[in-house]
């Protein structure tokens, strides 16, 4: 069965930096769509980045510039490099894989990032 793992989330002063990686098992991973997702309570689930098959890749507009998403393929990873962080990139981030044109829609459990001085 699919499963995404994500891990490297934990406590940065502002400007600081972190890798989040999510290793992804059970899916084609270089037929999805990976993206990162992150939450604060109460708040709905907001789109960071993705990164399409080809390699592609799109930004929300709050992190775009500081935020790099990639993915190493050959072990099914997606990564996102977070730099220059902000006190407002506080919240649980999630990793997410969709195989375009099905239903097949994967999320991780989250890996909270924490960022304050």
């Known amino acids: 069965q699919a499963r995404l793992m994500e891990s490297g989330g934990g406590f940065a002063q502002p400007g600081e930096s972190l890798t989040l990686s999510c290793v992804a098992s059970?899916?084609?991973?270089?037929?999805?769509?990976m993206n990162w997702y992150r939450q604060v309570p109460e708040k709905e689930r907001e789109f960071v980045a993705a990164i399409a098959t080809t390699g592609s890749t799109n930004y929300a507009d709050s992190v775009k510039g500081r935020f790099t998403i990639s993915r190493d393929n050959s072990n099914n990873v997606v990564y996102l490099q977070m730099n220059n962080l902000k006190p407002e990139d506080r919240a649980v981030y999630f990793c997410n894989a969709i195989l375009p044109g099905t239903l097949n829609n994967y999320w991780g459990q989250g890996t909270s990032v924490s960022v304050s001085s």
């Open positions: 059970g899916i084609a991973f270089n037929m999805y769509v």
